[in-house]
């Protein structure tokens, strides 16, 4: 198999891996939110959320920029080109 491709391939599965851990930690801050709405906003759930926002907001740029760039690569290749 071509080297860029299996590079690609792997790359690809670390930015779905990076996704999903990221929306997770942007979930959990919601689910935190809004237990903590609902029971006065113990210091535990300001915790949760805020540590989940921080989180997504640190993993989730990276893995969302890579993924547009081997859309693009394989776009490309198919002949698809760019939009200029």
């Known amino acids: ?26 979930l959990g801050a919601i689910a935190a939110f809004v237990l903590g709405a609902i029971t006065g906003f113990p210091t535990w759930t300001v915790a949760i959320a805020v540590a989940g926002l921080v989180a997504a907001t640190v993993v989730l740029p990276i893995p969302i ?20």
């Open 65 to 84: 920029v890579l993924g547009y760039g081997i859309r693009a690569a394989e776009r490309e290749e198919r002949g698809g080109g760019s939009f200029h």
């Open 1 to 26: 198999m071509d080297p860029v491709v299996t590079r690609r391939t792997r790359i690809a599965r670390v930015v779905v891996l990076a996704k999903r851990i990221g929306y997770l930690a942007l």
